[in-house]
């Protein structure tokens, strides 16, 4: 008989690393078209909307490792940036340069709920932030 908690976690394993291939590709091709340099030659930090001990945290983590595999460059992963409903981090990656070298780990929340029912979320996800991939698809109950 199968363990679900097993499945569960080899599933989310899964989903991590293939995002975190379509996330190094996609940063790969977005660092090649804008920079003149070589992409990525220095550190690149990963904002997480929620804590480091959460499921998000989890995720995050494991995409950075893969992703520093993948790249050859150190992900700095800033998971304590919660609070505000995760706004806190959406703030800090819209405040960062757009040169590739910050991702945002957002939610439904932080790309979907607060930006049409908080008057006080500063973040359009539609204005501020670039898309590169969907990591999970996880069902609310």
């Given at each position: 008989m199968n363990n679900p908690r097993k499945s569960i976690w080899r599933n989310l394993a899964?989903?991590?690393?293939?995002a975190s291939l379509g996330i190094a590709a996609a940063l790969a091709v977005t660092g090649s078209a804008t920079a003149q340099e070589d992409y990525p030659n220095k550190p690149i930090t990963m904002y997480i909307s929620f804590a480091v001990t959460g499921s998000s945290g989890l995720v995050g983590q494991l995409i950075a490792d893969k992703m520093e595999e993948v790249l050859g460059q150190p992900i700095e992963l800033l998971g304590h940036e919660s609070g505000k409903s995760g706004n806190?981090?959406?703030e800090a990656a819209k405040a960062a340069a757009p040169d590739g070298y910050t991702i945002f780990m957002g939610t439904v929340g932080n790309m979907s709920l607060l930006p049409n029912t908080w008057k006080g979320y500063t973040v359009d996800p539609l204005t501020d932030l670039v898309p590169l991939t969907q990591i999970t698809d996880t069902p609310d109950v």
């Amino acid at each position: 008989m199968n363990n679900p908690r097993k499945s569960i976690w080899r599933n989310l394993a899964q989903t991590a690393y293939r995002a975190s291939l379509g996330i190094a590709a996609a940063l790969a091709v977005t660092g090649s078209a804008t920079a003149q340099e070589d992409y990525p030659n220095k550190p690149i930090t990963m904002y997480i909307s929620f804590a480091v001990t959460g499921s998000s945290g989890l995720v995050g983590q494991l995409i950075a490792d893969k992703m520093e595999e993948v790249l050859g460059q150190p992900i700095e992963l800033l998971g304590h940036e919660s609070g505000k409903s995760g706004n806190i981090a959406a703030e800090a990656a819209k405040a960062a340069a757009p040169d590739g070298y910050t991702i945002f780990m957002g939610t439904v929340g932080n790309m979907s709920l607060l930006p049409n029912t908080w008057k006080g979320y500063t973040v359009d996800p539609l204005t501020d932030l670039v898309p590169l991939t969907q990591i999970t698809d996880t069902p609310d109950v």
